[in-house]
């Protein structure tokens, strides 16, 4: 199996910032993409950005410009730069990582997520 373990996360002022990093671990041949989610109190989890492992990103339309996803191939971690917070940024972030691991001699396609960490912005 694949773990990721984010960190960073915390209690900051309106228009503070904060970086957000999460590192997998395991057997892992590869990772495709990875991503952030957030889920705020009482709404769905949404996609919050992308990158891909060539570096492509997307983002989404309530984060472009403030927030910036950035990864190192090498370490297998995801960062998530976010600036100029908003209370409306308050919320649960979680890594998710998609790619290929090793299961004994197969590499097997995975899925993972991590255990969230909080963000809570608010003066």
């Known amino acids: 199996q694949v773990q990721l373990v984010e960190s960073g996360g915390g209690l900051v002022q309106p228009g503070g910032s904060l970086r957000l990093s999460c590192a997998a671990s395991?057997?892992?041949?590869?990772?495709?993409?990875m991503d952030w989610y957030r889920q705020a109190p009482g709404k769905e989890r949404e996609l919050v950005a992308v990158i891909t492992s060539g570096g492509s990103t997307v983002y989404a339309d309530s984060v472009k410009g403030r927030f910036t996803i950035s990864r190192e191939n090498a370490k297998n971690t995801v960062y998530l730069q976010m600036n100029s917070l908003k209370p409306e940024d308050t919320a649960v972030y979680y890594c998710?990582?998609?790619?290929?691991?090793?299961?004994?001699?197969?590499?097997?396609?995975?899925?993972?997520w991590g255990q969230g960490t909080h963000v809570t912005v608010s003066s």
């Open positions: 998710n990582a998609q790619g290929r691991y090793y299961s004994g001699n197969m590499l097997t396609n995975f899925a993972s």
């Open positions: 395991g057997s892992i041949f590869s990772i495709n993409h």
